[in-house]
Structures are given as C-alpha cells and as structure tokens.
C-alpha cells in the first residue's frame, strides 16, 4: 500500500512529512469555532496553519518542538493556548518558537509556557496586546516567571534577567528584587505602562529595552521611568 502523506481527524489537515518523519498540522477550516486540540504526534506547527481561525481555545500535544514565525496568527477569538504535559514516564521534547509565532492574538490574557521552551524572542509573542501575564510551568528549564499570579513576568531561569514583560501589562511597574538584567526588547510595545520604577539593583538594560515601535493605533503611555538607589528615587 501507499505510504498516506495526508490524513484529518476532526476536519483539522495533518501532513507527513516524508523527509523529516514528523507531522505537521497543515490546515483547519476558517468557519470552524470552540475548543481545537492538536493531535496528539503532531511536531511541527507551520508558519499560516492556524491564521486567522476562529477557535477560542487551542490545546498543543507535548509531541510538538517546533512553531514556526506566523503558525498562530492574529486569531482574534482566541484566549486561550494550552501546552499539554507528557505523560508520565514520557520524556519532554525541547520546544522551539520562531519570532512571531504566536501573532496579534490580542484577546489571549495569560499564557502559560512550558519548562521545555528553549529559547524565548520578545516577538514570540508579537503585537499580543492583551497579554497581562506569563507563568511557567514544569521543572528545570531555561526559564522562570517571576510576580504574583495573574501579574507574572518571564525571567532567565535564576530570576537575575528580566526577559520579557507581557504588553498588555498597564499602570505602574517595578522590576522584582532579584533582577540584575532587564533584557534587550524586554519593555518594548508595552503600550499601557505609565510608570516603570527600576531599582539600584539593576546594573544593566539592554538594547531597545523601552523601545515603542508603533506604527499602527497605539501611542505609548509611559511617562516616567525612574531609577532608585539604596531604595531612593
């Protein structure tokens, strides 16, 4: 019998790729609306997969380490993204996320992000204005969240870099005790911040750390950035 490239499973399109041995989701129906979960297998999220669509929640197996630039795409329903846990005794696979992969899904309030992400853009998360808080979740890891539930910022494992602050985060900010580093873009679009308060024990700010790219309808609301030392402004 022929080796079948193509199958669906709840009208979603999934793809063998011949050449790598994984599958990637290919396509899903626009009209298509609720919950989606990814089967379960799945290794690779293409770039344009998921643009666009509907769902309100999407559900990503443990199977998948790959997300390419553009693969969830201004999806303008959505508030949830779900990444599933391997079962037990199953080991993690690293995780892998282009700039841009998760793009304008400005509705999605929170995420929560798995210990087995390797690596971490600022413009992962791109244009998702929304997004109020970022956990982690797992042991080990190259990350860590750092703030109070539903507040939570994403830092370098050890706490001691700031590398991204979610832009949908708004009024005044402190940078958390432990911080040493606010990263490069770590602040940038952060539209809704008025006030960020950066204590004396951070001794270095990356490049474009404050950076306001707008183009589009957003105007920065940031008006003070105010450095303290030994606890004084």
Do not use: W
Not at 193 to 216: D, E, H, M, Q
């Amino acid at each position: 019998a022929a080796d079948v490239k193509f199958h669906t499973k709840d009208g979603v399109l999934y793809y063998k790729n011949p050449i790598t041995g994984g599958m990637e989701l290919k396509g899903c129906p626009y009209l298509r609306t609720g919950v989606l979960y990814i089967e379960e297998g799945t290794t690779v999220i293409p770039s344009g997969a998921l643009s666009n669509v509907r769902f309100t929640e999407i559900y990503i197996p443990y199977t998948v380490k790959q997300i390419d630039n553009n693969a969830i795409y201004y999806c303008n329903n959505l508030t949830k993204i779900v990444f599933l846990p391997a079962p037990e005794g199953v080991d993690e696979v690293a995780l892998t996320l282009d700039e841009r992969s998760i793009a304008g899904c400005r509705q999605m309030t929170e995420l929560t992000i798995p210990a087995r992400l390797s690596n971490f853009n600022p413009n992962v998360l791109y244009n998702c204005t929304g997004l109020v808080s970022i956990d982690v979740v797992g042991e080990g890891g190259n990350y860590s969240a750092v703030g109070e539930n539903g507040k939570k910022v994403l830092c370098s494992a050890d706490g001691k870099t700031l590398v991204f602050c979610p832009r949908g985060k708004s009024g005044e900010y402190t940078i958390p005790a432990g911080v040493e580093i606010i990263g490069e873009s770590a602040f940038a679009d952060c539209y809704y911040l008025t006030k960020v308060t950066i204590p004396g024990y951070v001794t270095t700010i990356g490049n474009s750390a404050f950076r306001n790219n707008s183009t589009y309808t957003y105007n920065s609301m940031l008006a003070q950035v105010v450095f303290e030392e030994d606890g004084q402004s």
